[in-house]
């Protein structure tokens, strides 16, 4: 598999290359769908200005990244097309590698179920066979924005949780909550999985994993502090996520409701919109808790779709994982409808922005309305894969072909 | 008490009016600065220039060369953050000979009077279109065309409203309205019921599409009058050109109109006084806004000055349009979606390959891309060994490649080895229909009449084309609704409309002019009819030819 995944990758670095050197790359790293205020690069060249001229960077309302990026990039700003490719070559690897092992995993528990014979006899259709198994995550999209290096870093804590490896799990994991608060809720997944590879007592385990994982989020914290000598980091990265106060329009919920929301209600809608991003954890963990690698798609789905700046970047990443799941298409109920309401929507976004700002004979409802159109085929898409996979978990325990207790067909429903 | 009402400047504007007569050879430029100046505007000009891709041969131009000069009425006393245009393009002959004189008596007034609150800019540009270009790229700082232009020295503030004049007789028996602009964009429906509503009021004919109002709505002659009316403003909002130097602010978010004096075989008739007390009117009344006009619909079709369509009656029909293709996808997936039947001796039709679908998807596009690109860089090589004019071989190398498209699929076929399968069509029909259906409504959006007219001729053949059709009468209709022969029929359709019926060579004559006044629009303003077409809606429809003819 490594020659088809080296050529291809190969490709993508090209097109890559070749897009950036367009003028291409001017037009799309100025698209809102595809920069927020947190990840612009315009705004870590700025940052980067203020920091050369001795200033604070966080001084002004321009700069939003943590205090680590900014002195990664102080010493390889000129290379910065190549560190983004770099990190988008990163994740592709990592994923690849990540998934391969979980196949091999996935493989090896059916064969034993098989052999204990635990699988009723018509549904050995729903096996699965190695020839569905390849997968090669394909990810080229010229944005200048420093997403690539928080999809590298979940793509990396995804491989080190699947490998096993608790350490380097808890280190990247600290890592990518250290860049966006986020990647907090993937923490449970990363647990449960850990448990089953290697169990031990729950209560030790978790305590072990949070030694680690706050060790490393307080030595991130502390070098911050040491590389930029004072705190006003904190407040300008973290207070900005979780406090919205930019309200540049976006792809995300947060930007229209905000800008009318009256401001004595202001922070009540906050701490809801923010909860809805932490609180599908508990839920699903307990729903999925045999099924861990499923659980962190599902949480990168609702990190991405709720969270206050998104981007199709981290669109990107949990797309990624679709082919993963490519044996779930015969359960999928929506798949058509959602598909074709993506499509429609990236299609009209540019056009509903060209009215709204240049022609002006849109405002920003319409392009509002496009926004929630994404996110709501989105949910769709991601609730349609959860009914998908419960429902072939149920079919593995139960047989393909359902029959009530008087012998009539019967029909799943997801309550 | 009005602008004529002092013998002097009646005089003074008779003067203007008689000189100006004379044919001028390019723009008197000196004389305009002088005499701007004597009426106590700030003038400033600006020099332009731009080498056209291939020669205009409508209005017999290519390397144009040329000077806008324009003077700013400052505003006596208020802050000076907003601003008014009045325009008139200046062309040698006498198409536009008495739309500057009218200018210079109005800046003379306007001077003198204390209520302004937004500076003024009087702008007479050389070249229209072009010239206007110049000016107001140089006026916002943006260079979208390539074009060479000197930055300006003054500016006013931002512009609120522009109006453009054009004015060939000294009297005139109506005023005509026009309002489309570039790729159909159209100003806000306050400043026409604003103009309508001050020419009712002074007295003055006013039409619009060089139609009058009728007052019998119910009667069947009525109603047809008024459906034409309409049309017209379709079409002409589909060809996305701007029908008068108004139509590049609107991409600038700035309200525009052009105000064209008609002088036909009428009785009564209004002389340049009144047309001036209508403009100082006009004028008033822009000064005294607020904010910018956004109250109205921005988006609207005209069947005449006091009765409109606005986009929530038109667009559910363009949207029950879209509706067909969504359903024969539906259709189309639902069949792909259940198991393929077996046949007797248990042969399964084959998946079909990406590669089956993806190939004929190429190769579209590129013809496409050949279609934009071929026609304007190959005009050299044409002209070596044809007997044609550079025109002549931008628009024949157009139609050579959109016909040689057609012969696509027979090659296509022979480039596939193996034998395209009942699913294979299948799939890239439904490819096909999402993409048009996307693409429509995108359009739509944009320019809805462009969008509209594609759908109506597009939508019916996209729903039914299968390759089990009789194949001699479908390729016939198919290639009968194609886009070039949508644009063939709407030419000789839009003369009908306009009651200048033209005969089968003239109509083809102007066909071609039509096509080679597309490609020009694009590469000088940026119009986006002609990319598009090429671009996007042709290669959807060739995949429509290649599901008619697969194997």
Same mark, same amino acid.
């Given at each position: 598999?490594?020659?088809?995944?080296? *050529?291809? *990758?190969?490709?993508?670095?090209?097109?890559?290359?070749v897009l950036?050197?367009s003028g291409?790359?001017?037009?799309v790293s100025?698209r809102v769908?595809?920069v927020?205020?947190l990840?612009a690069?315009?705004?870590?060249?700025?940052?980067?200005a203020?920091l050369?001229?001795?200033?604070?960077?966080?001084?002004g309302?321009?700069?939003h990244?943590?205090?680590?990026?900014?002195y990664?990039f102080h010493?390889?700003?000129?290379?910065a097309e190549?560190?983004?490719m770099l990190a988008?070559?990163?994740?592709?690897?990592?994923?690849y590698?990540?998934?391969k092992?979980?196949?091999k995993?996935?493989?090896?528990k059916?064969k034993?179920?098989?052999e204990?014979d635990?699988?009723?006899?018509d549904?050995?259709?729903?096996?699965r066979?190695?020839?569905?198994m390849y997968?090669?995550p394909?990810k080229?999209?010229?944005?200048c924005s420093?997403?690539?290096?928080?999809?590298?870093?979940i793509?990396?804590?995804?491989?080190?949780?699947v490998k096993?490896n608790?350490?380097l799990?808890a280190?990247?994991l600290?890592?990518a909550t250290?860049?966006?608060i986020?990647?907090?809720t993937?923490?449970a997944?990363?647990?449960l999985y *850990?448990?089953?590879?290697?169990?031990?007592t729950?209560?030790?385990?978790?305590a072990?994993?949070a030694?680690?994982?706050l060790g490393?989020?307080?030595v991130?914290?502390?070098?911050?502090?040491f590389?930029?000598g004072?705190?006003d980091?904190?407040?300008?990265?973290?207070?900005?996520i979780?406090s919205?106060p930019?309200?540049?329009p976006?792809?995300g919920l947060?930007?229209?409701?905000f800008?009318?929301? +009256?401001?004595?209600?202001r922070l009540f809608f906050?701490?809801?919109f923010?909860?809805?991003? +932490?609180?599908?954890t508990?839920?699903l963990s307990?729903?999925?808790?045999?099924?861990?690698?499923?659980l962190i798609f599902?949480?990168l789905?609702?990190?991405?779709?709720?969270?206050?700046?998104?981007t199709?970047g981290?669109?990107?990443l949990?797309l990624?994982?679709l082919?993963?799941w490519?044996?779930?298409?015969?359960?999928?109920?929506?798949?058509?409808?959602?598909?074709?309401v993506l499509?429609a929507?990236?299609a009209l +976004?540019p056009v509903l922005?060209?009215?709204?700002?240049?022609a002006?004979s849109?405002n920003s409802?319409?392009?509002y309305?496009?926004?929630l159109?994404?996110n709501?085929a989105?949910?769709?898409?991601?609730?349609d894969?959860f009914?998908?996979?419960?429902?072939?978990e149920?079919h593995?325990?139960?047989?393909?072909y359902?029959k009530?207790?008087?012998?009539s067909e019967a029909?799943?429903?997801?309550? | 008490m009005?602008?004529?009402s002092?013998?002097?400047?009646?005089r003074a504007l008779?003067g203007?009016?008689t000189?100006?007569?004379?044919?001028i050879?390019?723009m008197?430029?000196?004389?305009?600065v002088k005499?701007?100046?004597s009426?106590?505007?700030?003038?400033f000009?600006?020099?332009f220039?731009?080498?056209l891709?291939?020669p205009?041969?409508?209005?017999?131009r290519?390397?144009?060369?040329?000077?806008?000069v324009?003077?700013?009425?400052?505003?006596?006393?208020?802050?000076?953050?907003?601003?008014?245009v009045?325009?008139a393009?200046? &062309?040698?002959g006498?198409?536009?000979n008495?739309?500057?004189?009218?200018?210079?008596?109005?800046?003379q007034?306007f001077r003198?009077?204390?209520?302004w609150a937004k500076d003024?800019?009087?702008l007479v540009n050389?070249?229209?279109?072009?010239g206007?270009?110049?000016?107001?790229e140089g006026?916002?700082?943006?260079?979208t065309?390539?074009?060479?232009?000197?930055?300006?020295?003054?500016?006013?503030?931002?512009?609120?409203?522009?109006?453009?004049?054009?004015?060939?007789s000294?009297?005139?028996?109506?005023l005509?309205?026009?309002?489309?602009?570039l790729n159909g964009?159209l100003?806000n429906l306050d400043l026409?019921?604003?103009?309508?509503?001050?020419?009712?009021?002074?007295?003055v004919?006013c039409?619009t599409q060089g139609k009058?109002?009728?007052?019998?709505?119910?009667s069947?002659?009525?109603?047809s009058?008024?459906v034409?009316?309409?049309?017209l403003?379709?079409?002409?909002?589909a060809s996305?050109?701007?029908?008068?130097?108004?139509?590049l602010f609107l991409?600038?978010?700035?309200e525009?109109a052009?105000i064209?004096?008609?002088?036909?075989?009428?009785?009564y008739?209004?002389?340049?006084?009144?047309v001036g007390?209508?403009?100082e009117?006009?004028?008033?009344k822009?000064?005294n806004l607020l904010?910018?006009?956004h109250?109205?619909?921005f988006?609207?079709?005209?069947?005449?000055?006091s009765h409109?369509?606005?986009?929530?009656?038109?667009?559910?029909a363009?949207?029950?349009?879209?509706?067909?293709?969504?359903l024969?996808?539906?259709?189309l997936?639902?069949?792909l979606?259940s198991?393929?039947?077996r046949?007797e001796d248990g042969v399964v039709?084959a998946d079909?390959g990406v590669l089956?679908v993806l190939t004929?998807?190429?190769?579209?596009h590129l013809?496409?891309a050949? $279609?934009?690109?071929?026609?304007?860089?190959?005009?050299e090589?044409?002209?070596e060994h044809f007997p044609?004019s550079?025109?002549?071989a931008?628009?024949?190398?157009?139609?050579?490649?959109y016909?040689a498209?057609?012969?696509?699929?027979h090659?296509?076929?022979r480039l596939? &080895?193996?034998?395209g399968?009942?699913?294979?069509?299948?799939?890239?029909?439904?490819?096909?229909v999402?993409y048009?259906a996307?693409?429509?409504?995108c359009t739509a959006l944009?320019?809805f009449s $462009?969008?509209?007219?594609?759908?109506l &001729?597009?939508v019916p053949?996209a729903?039914?084309?299968?390759?089990?059709?009789?194949?001699?009468?479908?390729?016939?209709?198919?290639?009968?609704?194609?886009?070039?022969?949508t644009l063939?029929f709407s030419v000789?359709f839009f003369?009908?409309l306009?009651e200048?019926?033209v005969?089968f060579?003239d109509?083809w004559?102007?066909y071609?002019?039509?096509?080679s006044?597309g490609?020009?629009d694009?590469?000088?303003y940026g119009s986006?009819?002609?990319p598009l077409?090429?671009?996007?809606v042709?290669?959807?429809w060739?995949?429509f030819w290649?599901?008619?003819?697969w194997k």
């Open positions: 598999m490594a020659a088809p995944m080296t *050529l291809l *990758l190969i490709v993508a670095v090209t097109i890559r290359a950036y050197r291409v790359a001017d037009l100025e769908e595809v927020s205020p990840t690069w315009k705004r870590v060249v700025e940052g980067l203020l050369d001229l001795g200033v604070s960077p966080y001084s309302d321009v700069f990244e943590t205090p680590l990026i900014i990664l010493f390889l700003v000129d290379y190549i560190t983004f988008d070559v990163i994740t592709a690897v990592a994923l590698m990540a998934v092992d979980y196949n995993q996935v493989f090896r059916q034993y179920a098989l204990a635990r699988y009723p006899l549904c050995l259709e729903l096996i066979s190695p020839g569905e997968y090669i394909l080229v999209y010229p944005s420093t997403c690539g290096l928080n999809n590298a870093v793509a990396l804590f995804i491989l080190s949780t096993g608790m350490l799990s280190i990247f600290s890592l250290y860049q966006s986020y990647p907090l993937l923490s997944a990363a647990l *850990l448990m089953q590879v290697s169990p031990a729950f209560w030790w385990f978790v072990q994993y030694f680690m994982y490393s989020l307080l991130l914290v502390g070098l911050s502090f590389l930029l004072f705190w980091y904190l407040p300008s990265v973290y207070g900005f979780l919205v930019d309200l540049t976006n792809i947060f930007w229209d409701f800008a009318e929301m +009256f401001e004595h209600f906050l701490c809801v923010q909860i809805n991003v +932490f609180f599908y508990l839920p307990i729903k999925l808790k045999e099924h861990p690698v499923f599902m949480q789905a609702v990190i991405s779709i709720f969270k206050s700046y998104p199709v981290d669109i990107s949990y990624a994982f082919p993963v490519s044996h779930l298409h015969r359960f999928l109920r929506n798949i058509f409808l959602v598909s074709c499509l929507c990236s +976004f922005w060209h009215l709204w700002i240049y002006g849109a409802n319409f392009y309305a496009i926004t159109l994404f709501v989105q949910i769709l898409l991601v609730s894969y009914y998908a996979f419960l429902r072939r149920h593995l325990s139960y047989g393909l359902l009530r207790k008087d012998g029909t799943l429903v997801l309550k | 009005g602008l004529l002092d013998p002097n400047r009646r008779i203007l009016l000189r100006l007569n004379a044919p050879w390019g008197p430029v000196d004389w305009l005499t701007m100046q009426r106590g505007l700030e003038v000009t600006q020099r220039s731009r080498r891709p291939f205009d041969e409508d209005k017999e290519y390397m144009v060369k040329g000077t806008n324009y003077g700013i009425l400052r505003a006596p006393r208020a802050p000076r953050t907003e601003a008014l009045l325009s393009p200046c &062309t040698a006498d198409h536009n008495q739309a500057v004189g009218l200018l210079l008596g109005l800046a007034y003198n009077q204390v209520y003024i800019i009087f050389e070249h229209d279109l072009i206007m270009q110049a000016w107001l006026y916002h700082h943006t260079n065309t390539g074009m060479d232009w000197s930055p300006l020295q003054g500016r006013g503030g931002s512009i609120q409203a522009a109006l453009s004049l054009e004015l060939s000294d009297v005139v028996t109506s005509d309205l026009v309002l489309e602009g964009q100003p026409a019921n604003l103009f309508y509503a001050f020419c009712q009021k002074i007295g004919l039409t009058l109002q009728r007052n019998d709505w119910d069947v002659s009525g109603y009058h008024a034409q009316t309409m049309m403003m379709a079409m002409k909002q996305g050109r701007p029908w008068g130097d108004h139509g991409r600038y978010h700035i525009a052009t064209k004096g008609i002088n036909s075989f009428r009785q008739k209004t002389d340049a006084t009144t007390r209508l403009l009117g006009m004028y008033r822009l000064n904010e910018r006009l109250q109205s619909y988006f609207y079709l005209m069947s005449s000055l409109f369509v606005s986009i929530g009656y038109y667009m559910p363009f949207g029950l349009l879209g509706v067909i293709l969504l024969r996808a539906l259709d997936w639902v069949q979606a198991p393929p039947p046949t039709d079909p089956s004929p998807l190429v190769i579209s013809t496409g050949a $279609l934009y690109t071929l026609p304007i860089h190959f005009q090589m044409a002209v044609v550079e025109t002549e931008v628009v024949l190398t157009a139609i050579a490649v016909t498209g057609l012969a696509l699929p090659n296509t076929n596939l &080895t193996g034998q399968t009942e699913q294979g069509w299948k799939v890239l029909k439904l490819v096909a999402l048009l996307v693409l429509l409504g944009i320019n $462009l969008g509209f007219i594609l759908a &001729t597009l053949v729903a039914f084309v299968t390759p089990n059709v009789p194949k001699v009468l479908s390729a016939f209709v198919l290639v009968v609704l194609s886009p070039a022969c063939l000789f003369q009908e306009q200048m019926p005969s060579l109509g004559m102007l071609l002019s039509v096509i006044q490609i020009l694009h590469a000088l986006l009819v002609y077409v090429a671009l996007l042709y290669p959807c060739l995949l290649n599901i008619l003819f």
